[in-house]
């Protein structure tokens, strides 16, 4: 009896040892499965999303007959310059060649122009856009609520849809045509307020009473309290006016129609695009457009993706 | 400054206050002021003078001419063919897109919420083009659809199915340029939501596996309704960028009837034609519907306090 009982229990135990195993084992193949399938997600992200940028990379070193021989077969040479590496395209769409400049190439002009519109703005907003947000976050001003229902309400105006008068005015004060004209409209923006009143009112504000206490005036407090305790914050507006305005079309298009004026991407949309038969400049071009934000974006990621909640619509 | 300073645990800071509040509020003011000055004369003025100009003939050329009331809009509602039409790819875009954004937002954001080696590249790399212009981004996808030559039409052939027409076909040009502001956009919803799914607290997943439920019911009666706000959020401002679509169809499909959208016939109207005074009133139209739809956003959002 007592060996019969034995057996039973050992056989129980049996049992339990095996449905452990097979347990484990489904685990095992669950989570075989569950890495491969993460791994066709990576594959079929790189391909979707980087597909097109490899492509336009790496072409971008061709001439435009080597890339159209290159296309059919799809394969690893579609996309990489092993067979040849062309560096023309770049001096051609930066118009260093007399060819070129006679083409009216000279995206190193737009650039320029581009960039030193994106850092007057940046440089406006730091600016004007903390003083605002210092007002509304730290001073004792009786009824300022009032003036902030205005500053919101102004984030519901959509920009594209004011361009039309927006180019009046801009026109009735003398700024179409000019550099300006890329700059003063933007110099202060109510997303970039409100984004600014919300880091700064993280402060405590016995930050800015020790300060007055210690003899500071108000533009001291600002300049060297709350500004050096908000740079993340002042960093991420700094990147999101930079994106903006590096990256807008519509309006320099029509506010700026002098060509040795115009931004990067009104100068490409006029000189390389998919409708140029010379595929290696037009590559070249979009890589010299896109490079400065991109190597911006893989630089400093975390306050890209910060300023993403706080961008609202911008265009 | 220094008997100031002296002073005030003396008076009390409230009397020192006093004395000086009005110097305080004036100078308080000096920092609001340019701020407010950019929003009245470049954000308020302008759609005043849009309202205005609305209802007047005018052009850049010779200003304003003739007083018409509201026959600018009588006219876009009754007379332009085009600008129904325009209205009508507009919501086709639209609708389109908003809905196509939130499913593949969450789809690829509760991929890319997990940690894992190599997540952090995927994220990135579905938000670069999220950083780069979309007019980059158009001229770079219409190489790739190009009829001929195109990568894509070269993978199809190479896959074995049939080469296709994306922006030269009446049909197609729509969905493609659908396709193509998705892929532009989407990054955005996907930090939106996996920021969203950061905040969720792992107590609601323990939970809800104790009580049973498999991944895609944690995924159902879990994570989407925490999510309600940031998918809101992610909707709402997908429709006010759809609604104001311009880069792609300017970029891309300028000739296709189809394709036309209320801001590109905009555009078209006032600095092409000339008709100042008529953009004008398409312009408020479309200001009308985002306000609404704007003002509709905070009523939701409010409501929803979670």
């Known amino acids: ?315 | 400054m220094a008997t100031t300073t002296s002073n005030i645990p003396r008076v009390g800071r409230q009397r020192w206050w006093q004395k000086y509040r009005n110097q305080y509020i004036l100078v308080g003011f000096l920092f609001v002021l340019p701020a407010l000055i950019n929003f009245a004369v470049f954000r308020y003025y302008p759609m005043a003078w849009a309202v205005n100009t609305s209802l007047w003939r005018y052009s850049l050329l010779r200003g304003f001419q003739e007083f018409v009331g509201i026959d600018h809009y009588i006219r876009a509602f009754t007379a332009d063919t085009q600008f129904i039409s325009s209205m009508k790819a507009t919501l086709y875009y639209v609708l389109g897109k908003v809905p196509l954004t939130i499913i593949l937002g969450l789809a690829l954001a509760s991929f890319a919420n997990q940690e894992r080696r190599g997540m952090g590249l995927m994220r990135a790399l579905i938000f670069i083009p999220v950083v780069t212009s979309f007019v980059v981004v158009s001229i770079v996808w219409g190489m790739v659809l190009n009829r001929d030559v195109g990568l894509m039409n070269a993978t199809l052939q190479g896959l074995g199915l049939p080469r296709m027409e994306f922006l030269t076909s009446p049909t197609n040009v729509m969905p493609t340029i659908i396709g193509i502001s998705l892929w532009k956009d989407v990054g955005y919803s996907v930090i939106i939501l996996v920021a969203g799914m950061r905040g969720i607290a792992q107590e609601f997943y323990d939970a809800a596996v104790v009580d049973g439920a498999n991944a895609w019911q944690r995924f159902r009666y879990v994570t989407v309704p925490m999510l309600r706000r940031h998918l809101m959020f992610v909707s709402v401002i997908s429709t006010l960028g759809a609604f104001q679509v311009f880069v792609p169809v300017y970029q891309l499909a300028p000739q296709q009837r189809n394709a036309q959208v209320i801001v590109y016939y905009i555009y078209q109207k006032g600095f092409i034609f000339g008709e100042m005074g008529y953009a004008s009133a398409l312009s408020v139209i479309l200001l009308l519907i985002l306000l609404f739809l704007s003002i509709f956003q905070i009523r939701v959002l409010r409501s929803e306090d979670v």
Not at chain 1, 133 to 140: D, Q, S, T, W
């Open chain 1, 1 to 315: 009896m007592a060996t019969s009982a034995e057996q039973k229990q050992s056989v129980m135990g049996l049992e339990i040892e095996e449905k452990a195993q097979r347990d484990r084992s489904r685990a095992q193949i669950r989570k075989w499965i569950g890495n491969i399938l993460t791994w066709l997600m990576y594959v079929a992200i790189v391909v979707v999303f980087a597909g097109p940028l490899i492509w336009v990379i790496g072409n971008s070193f061709r001439s435009s007959q080597t890339i159209w021989e290159n296309v059919f077969p799809v394969n690893y040479l579609t996309f990489l310059p092993f067979d040849e590496f062309f560096f023309d395209n770049y001096i051609e769409a930066l118009g260093l060649t007399p060819e070129a400049q006679g083409l009216g190439f000279n995206l190193g002009r737009s650039l320029m122009i581009s960039l030193g519109a994106a850092v007057s703005v940046v440089t406006l907003s730091l600016i004007f856009n903390t003083g605002a947000a210092y007002f509304f976050a730290r001073l004792k001003v009786p009824r300022k609520n009032i003036l902030l229902v205005y500053v919101i309400a102004t984030m519901m105006i959509p920009q594209q849809v004011v361009i039309v008068p927006l180019f009046l005015v801009v026109n009735q004060l003398g700024l179409i045509n000019t550099f300006w004209a890329m700059v003063v409209p933007w110099y202060a923006s109510p997303f970039i307020v409100f984004a600014l009143i919300g880091f700064f009112a993280e402060l405590p504000y016995e930050l800015d009473e020790a300060a007055i206490l210690d003899g500071a005036n108000l533009f001291q407090v600002l300049t060297r309290v709350i500004v050096p305790n908000a740079i993340p914050g002042l960093i991420t507006v700094s990147i999101l006016e930079f994106q903006f305005i590096w990256n807008e079309f519509f309006w320099p298009l029509v506010a700026v129609s002098n060509k040795s004026l115009q931004p990067v991407q009104v100068a490409i949309a006029n000189q390389f695009t998919d409708r140029d038969p010379q595929w290696g400049r037009v590559f070249a071009a979009m890589v010299l457009a896109s490079a400065p934000i991109v190597i911006l974006f893989i630089f400093t990621q975390r306050y890209f993706y910060r300023s993403v909640a706080l961008s609202g619509v911008k265009g």
